[in-house]
């Protein structure tokens, strides 16, 4: 139980994954709320339960974890791209992505935080990141966050210090974060093993370069759990590695459908320019270690997306191309054809973020069915604007940094290091502290140049 939450705040969670996945628990949360004092022993009873139930049979959604099942259940798409680019362009592209998404992730740092995310009884998440900026006579939001504001008095909120060197009067590089480990250790994946990797791979991967506490929610879990599975100085991977792999990813994981592997996509994404079906199957193999269902699919969903994004000027048709990789029957499809109506039917940025937070912030703030839909809002409603997409992404609350870092890669992979406003991109000074090995500090483009450099590789 170590990692995130102690037992019972597992269990409960477990609740709310089962109810979400269609399951009846009325019963067992009125016995877990009728019993503050439950023993780990029962707890584990209670967990197994459960774990036990099966969907309704009303369950209008089908939603397998298993690629061909998957894929036996997407519409029609292009799968793999045609294009023209020039290596100048592609070069152009691929910086342009690894800018953007640094960009949006350091936007979206200052307000990981509850207050922000979440929002309270008087206002929501989102509301809170506009007083923000208003109390700093900073509104309209079109550049990074101020680190002091008059909301600090007149609404007690304030960035956490920690923050400060991703605020517009501190920041002078990238700073660490998990948004961006991710993005390198996909860059790593494809070039210690090409195409030619599974899931296994990438949990030793984790286990060799990534510390423990750099680890959240479902990627505790599962870097917990694959720990019971594995061998710390072999790399035989068992005969039985399936079975095993379903422990891995649900063992005390109610966080299987959180934000964390949809946050993974870009390096492989990256790998798979113009390519959204490969770009989706490689976000599959490393999703499946710690997510399941709509947490595999956010990840296939935005992999495809960026691939797209390359050699895609239509911001819609990327979208629609996500769609086509992911289940059609899936509660993550369902939730963003209504973001895209939502962002279809109004042009007032304000309005769109309170509507999309009241249409899906029943999910946890860092869900990824929520996150994803606000993503998809602020893309059509940036229409090919660099800044208004990703301070959409970063004002409508929930996951700020992942999804402003979302935004900012399919952006900036669209548009390029050239189409990027200057004002996002200088005061990073081209410098990347990731705490991963040899990448701390690094120059973005030399990341960028990798990236590219295994996109030719890999594409001959």
């Not at 139980?1 to 019972?8: F, I, K, P, V």
């Not at 079109?142 to 002091?148: D, G, R, V």
């Not at 947490?295 to 691939?307: D, Q, T």
């Amino acid at each position: 139980m170590a990692g995130w939450s102690q037992l019972r705040g597992l269990v409960k969670g477990e609740v709310t994954q089962r109810r979400e996945e269609g399951c009846n628990v009325e019963e067992i949360q009125a016995e877990i709320q009728a019993s503050p004092k439950l023993t780990d022993s029962q707890l584990m009873e209670i967990y197994q339960r459960l774990m036990a139930l099966k969907p309704s049979s009303e369950f209008p959604f089908q939603e397998p974890n298993g690629l061909e099942e998957i894929r036996g259940l997407r519409p029609e798409g292009p799968r793999k791209l045609t294009y023209s680019l020039t290596e100048e362009q592609w070069k152009d592209k691929f910086y342009g992505a690894w800018l953007g998404r640094c960009s949006g992730c350091a936007l979206g740092l200052p307000f990981e935080n509850p207050t922000y995310m979440s929002g309270d009884e008087t206002y929501a998440g989102w509301q809170y990141v506009e007083k923000w900026y208003k109390g700093a006579n900073a509104w309209p939001m079109n550049n990074y966050a101020p680190f002091h504001s008059e909301a600090e008095k007149t609404h007690n909120i304030r960035i956490f210090p920690f923050h400060k060197p991703a605020t517009r009067e501190h920041i002078t590089f990238m700073p660490t974060d998990d948004d961006i480990r991710y993005t390198v250790l996909g860059l790593m994946a494809l070039e210690q093993f090409g195409f030619d990797f599974d899931t296994w791979d990438i949990g030793k991967l984790w286990h060799r370069i990534l510390p423990y506490q750099s680890v959240c929610t479902a990627e505790t879990k599962a870097y917990l759990n694959f720990a019971q599975v594995t061998h710390h100085y072999y790399d035989e991977k068992p005969e039985d590695w399936r079975e095993k792999l379903e422990w891995v990813r649900m063992h005390l994981n109610p966080f299987r459908e959180w934000i964390g592997a949809q946050i993974r996509a870009d390096g492989f994404a990256y790998g798979a320019a113009g390519n959204p079906e490969l770009a989706a199957e490689l976000a599959w193999r490393d999703a499946s270690l710690s997510h399941v269902k709509n947490g595999i699919y956010g990840e296939m969903f935005v992999a495809a997306m960026i691939s797209a994004a390359f050699v895609e000027d239509d911001i819609e048709r990327v979208i629609q191309i996500g769609l086509s990789e992911i289940p059609s029957t899936s509660r993550l499809a369902k939730d963003i054809k209504i973001a895209i109506e939502i962002a279809k039917s109004t042009t007032d940025q304000l309005v769109l973020v309170e509507r999309i937070w009241h249409a899906f912030n029943h999910y946890h703030p860092v869900h990824t069915n929520n996150n994803a839909a606000l993503v998809v809002a602020a893309l059509i409603h940036g229409g090919g604007d660099f800044t208004k997409a990703m301070t959409t992404a970063v004002l409508g609350g929930w996951d700020t940094d992942c999804n402003g870092a979302t935004v900012g890669s399919i952006m900036g992979a669209m548009l390029g290091k050239e189409g990027i406003p200057a004002h996002w991109i200088e005061p990073l000074n081209d410098t990347l502290y990731s705490q991963i090995p040899g990448f701390h500090p690094i120059s973005i483009q030399t990341c960028s140049e990798r990236s590219f450099e295994v996109f030719k590789k890999l594409n001959r």
